[in-house]
């Protein structure tokens, strides 16, 4: 279980474009401390359980569960994420296109 929801805080951290240095930051933890806890060398993610799911903005139960729904909702809640972070960098670039289109 420690394995699943370490990889699921990691897998949540590089979503949201944080660093392992600004997770540390956003739970007041030195950044070594932050990496054990997601390598799973450390137990203290539930010690900051309700900090992380504020920071990576997911339920508690979304981190700690693995069943089949919450693991169906959880890919439903991260494809939804992904999409609109795609949707904002697309529209970040085509901006820039235009930007750059009435510099010619």
């Known amino acids: ?6 990889k699921k805080i990691k897998f949540l951290r590089k979503l949201k474009n944080y660093s392992q240095v600004d997770m540390a930051e ?6 070594s401390a932050y990496a054990r806890m997601e390598r799973g060398e450390s137990n203290s993610w539930a010690l900051y359980i309700m900090k992380l799911s504020e920071v990576l903005d997911v339920e508690p139960e979304e981190l ?3 069943n089949n729904n919450v693991k169906s909702d959880f890919s439903e809640t991260l494809s939804k994420k992904l999409i609109e972070q795609y949707e904002a960098r697309i529209s970040n670039l085509e901006e820039q296109l235009k930007y750059w289109k009435t510099k010619d």
């Open 1 to 6: 279980m420690i394995k699943f929801i370490t």
């Open 26 to 31: 956003k739970l007041n933890i030195s950044q």
């Open 64 to 66: 700690i569960f693995d």
